[in-house]
């Protein structure tokens, strides 16, 4: 790599180190990053005592909203965001320009006079709108003071870049930041490289994929209700779901298999290859990764209206995609998949293609390339 080469601080939360998820969410994102640029990666996640007086401060017996709480409170922003203004003061000199993934602190709290470009696939505000979700845990008062550090890293930083349009519209019109500063580049699928694509027999029972964590927050209700109703009519189907703290007793769950989370990604793996078609009906959904996974696999989507994922599935052509909390426009589309599944085969190709033109880490860094330049040059 030419000594010219741009060098970045990267800022973000997770040990890509020794961390699963860290690994899953950023390393071939970091990978991708690496033949474009030289980086120093810094961990702005609480460790140590900083981390149990932040546990102590937000505890709270519901342990979802406690978790929440753990990750967006106003002390912990200013503590994350005081760890990478300390890290960042090493390193002035050596480094080109800041790149922050995500915006739980402001990698420039204490005004470093070094560019800044920062990666976001969802705004705190957005959040805010439905707060019932849990996503945005914070009290009135808090929101606004979090709203107020928000909106200033988005102004100290050279350039925002957003995973969808939804986004890039919220820091634009939510925050006042100019539209020339916000560009949207898109996010790519966490494989080091594309999978073989899925070609069950189409003689095989029809199975449908679903993997979400947050039950209620994915839409998993929803589809089950969806889905016994497509049972009158497809009795063979079946319905994996990889989610949590489903309260088995309140849903007819015949035909459905349940597992649990796993962060192995051979076995998703495995999963995605069993599949006929994927389902997220999510009430909120930052962006769709897993969405992105199901593409890879020549699996064809439905996903819901609003937020990024109708900007990744092509309604008809990818995938289909319906109104949220709609559970008979989800049997409809369900439905219609299982019933012309050679049609559906196709719109599996399409989003395979769809995957590898648009959303693979090698198109997103490519896509930064000409930003984090300008930011260094301006």
């Known amino acids: 790599m030419p000594s010219s080469t741009p060098r970045l601080f990267v800022s973000l939360i997770g040990d890509i180190q020794n961390e699963p998820s860290a690994q899953v969410k950023y390393g071939h994102f970091l990978k991708a990053l690496e033949t474009q640029f030289k980086l120093v990666v810094y961990d702005a996640t609480l460790r140590g005592f900083p981390r149990l007086v932040n546990q102590m401060q937000v505890f709270h017996p519901d342990i979802t909203l406690w978790k ?27 480094v080109d320009a800041i790149f922050q993934i995500g915006v739980l602190w402001d990698t420039l709290w204490k005004d470093a006079p070094i560019p800044s470009v920062i990666y976001t696939d969802y705004t705190s505000t957005l959040a805010s709108r439905k707060p019932e979700w849990g996503r945005s845990p914070l009290s009135p008062a808090d929101l606004a003071a979090w709203l107020s550090m928000e909106k200033k890293a988005y102004q100290r930083s050279s350039h925002i870049c957003t995973r969808g ?10 925050y006042g930041i100019p539209e020339t500063k916000v560009t949207a580049i898109g996010g790519g699928v966490n494989f080091g490289a594309l999978p073989e694509p899925s070609n069950r027999p189409l003689s095989s029972s029809p199975t449908i994929l679903f993997i979400g964590k947050d039950f209620l927050r994915k839409g998993g209700d929803v589809l089950i209700r969806a889905f016994q109703k497509v049972r009158k009519s497809a009795p063979d189907a079946r319905l994996v779901m990889m989610t949590a703290g489903i309260p088995q007793e309140q849903y ?29 009906p999510s009430r909120l959904e930052t ?4 969405i992105l996974e199901a593409m890879s696999f020549g699996l064809p989507c439905i996903g819901v209206s609003g937020e990024a994922m109708s900007e990744i599935i092509e309604d008809g052509r990818t995938g289909l995609v319906i ?9 409809k589309a369900l439905l219609w998949l299982l019933s012309n599944r050679e049609n559906a085969r196709q719109y599996g190709s399409a989003a ?15 896509k930064l390339v000409p930003i984090v330049i300008s930011a260094i040059r301006s």
């Open 352 to 366: 395979r293609e769809r995957v590898e033109t648009l959303y693979t880490w090698e198109v997103v860094s490519k």
């Open 287 to 290: 962006w769709g990764d897993v």
């Open 252 to 280: 007819d769950l015949t035909g459905v298999e349940i597992i649990e989370p796993t962060w192995n990604r051979e076995k998703i793996c495995e999963l995605y290859r069993g599949a006929d078609c994927f389902v997220l």
């Open 165 to 174: 349009q939804y986004v890039r519209q919220s820091v634009i019109n939510d």
């Open 323 to 331: 109104p949220p909390n709609d559970e008979d426009a989800l049997e």
């Open 68 to 94: 929440e709480r753990f990750y967006q409170n106003v002390p912990a922003f200013k503590m994350r965001s005081e760890k990478m203004a300390a890290a960042l003061k090493k390193e002035i000199g050596r």
